[in-house]
């Protein structure tokens, strides 16, 4: 894995940045050359902003199954720019599904996934798997003896192992019409300082968390020689009451290459500016201090009541910290009041507009 954060030639436009770099200068894998991107964006402090199944569907509309187009997207339709991350989340591949936990058809996934890079952007992958020992979902936490019956010599650890091959099959099929494989940030065992997913704090100890995760990198990495993954580090910010419960289980800098949070404005604005500040003031020096790029992974503002949510909220929050990138949570075409990004009409889609013309916000 590459050393990261160091010294690189500034490049000089956005656009640049976006785009890939020469043939003569590009890294050997496809992660390095999206590590250089990431930073790049980093050294010249812009932040660019991604959006959860952004071409899957919007507010009042759903792509159809096997799509050939992939430009329809909720930000695009207020702001006529898209947003420069792409998130999607592989809960269910694992099950051998044709669509995910959101009814996502994984076909359309892929291709999209495919056209997202081809038109400049980064895409970034979670997974919400079912639960392996009792056959509920990843939010079931009835057991807490599921990672230790997954990891060697558990009673699920072989059949765990076809899972995570049907992950690494996916992940390694996204590639354009001439072969290149495209490389993605891989965000697996997220929000595990809390206990609401089976892998979380109080579901698994320290040690079995560190496990589960290198467990998934040896398969991945090593053993399917994957090497379009940016593995991303992501904690809940709730749970961050210091920089030791942040960095408690962190499996390591040789297996991880970026560090975020998720944290979300679930009550007061001040509430979250200040659960934001003591996430981005704990994460970044972490960051600083393991030569790891950060990004706020997971945010948003469910129905975004304030009309200038992104201005005076969300860019004042994170315009002083080294952010690659922030991505808000999704826009659910079957729940009226499951949004995070606006949609025309919303409250919220001028301001949207004005923060997406600020000079260091990168959409596309």
């Known amino acids: 894995m590459k050393a990261i954060l160091k010294p690189i030639a500034m490049i000089a436009s956005a656009i640049a940045i976006i785009s890939c770099g020469s043939a003569e200068s590009a890294p050997v894998t496809p992660a390095d050359a999206l590590l250089d991107r990431l930073e790049a964006l980093v050294e010249q402090g812009k932040i660019m902003y ?10 009042t509309w759903k792509l159809e199954d096997d799509a050939t187009d992939f430009s329809q997207s909720d930000v695009y339709a207020v702001s006529g720019r898209y947003p420069a991350v ?21 076909d359309n996934m892929r291709a999209s996934a495919v056209a997202h890079h081809e038109r400049g952007g980064i895409v970034t992958f979670s997974w919400h798997p079912r639960n392996p020992l009792t056959g509920g979902d990843a939010w079931d936490v009835t057991s807490d003896q599921v990672v230790a019956s997954i990891l060697p010599g558990g009673e ?8 995570l091959s049907n992950a690494a099959d996916f992940l390694g099929s996204i590639k354009t019409a001439d072969g290149e494989t495209v490389p993605v940030i891989w965000r697996p065992w997220h929000e595990h300082t809390g206990s609401w997913f089976w892998w979380g704090q109080k579901l698994c100890t320290t040690e079995q968390y560190k496990a589960l995760w290198q467990m998934t990198y040896d398969y991945m990495v090593n053993e399917r020689g994957l090497d379009n993954l940016v593995w991303s580090y992501s904690p809940g910010a709730g749970e961050l009451s210091s920089a030791e419960v942040y960095g408690e289980r962190y499996p390591g ?6 560090v975020g949070f998720d944290c979300y404005h679930s009550r007061s604005k001040e509430g979250y500016m200040a659960s934001m500040k003591n996430a981005l003031d704990i994460s970044s020096t972490f960051a600083a201090e393991h030569g790891k790029i950060l990004a706020v992974t997971e945010t948003g503002h469910e129905t975004l009541k304030d009309p200038k949510w992104w201005t005076e909220v969300l860019y004042p929050a994170v315009k002083d910290y080294p952010v690659s990138y922030v991505l808000t949570w999704r826009n659910a075409c079957d729940q009226p009041n499951h949004y995070y990004a606006p949609f025309p009409g919303q409250e919220s889609a001028e301001d949207f507009k004005a923060f997406a013309e600020l000079e260091d916000i990168i959409v596309l």
């Not at 991604?50 to 507010?59: K, P, S």
């Not at 792409?86 to 591949?93: E, T």
């Not at 800098?253 to 970026?258: C, G, N, T």
């Open 86 to 106: 792409f998130g999607m989340d592989l809960g269910g591949i694992e099950m051998g599904w044709s669509h995910n936990l959101d009814k996502n058809d994984f």
């Open 50 to 59: 991604g959006h959860q199944d952004t071409y899957m569907y919007g507010h």
């Open 253 to 258: 800098d040789e297996i991880v290459d970026m």
């Open 156 to 163: 699920k650890h072989e059949y765990f192992m076809g899972w």
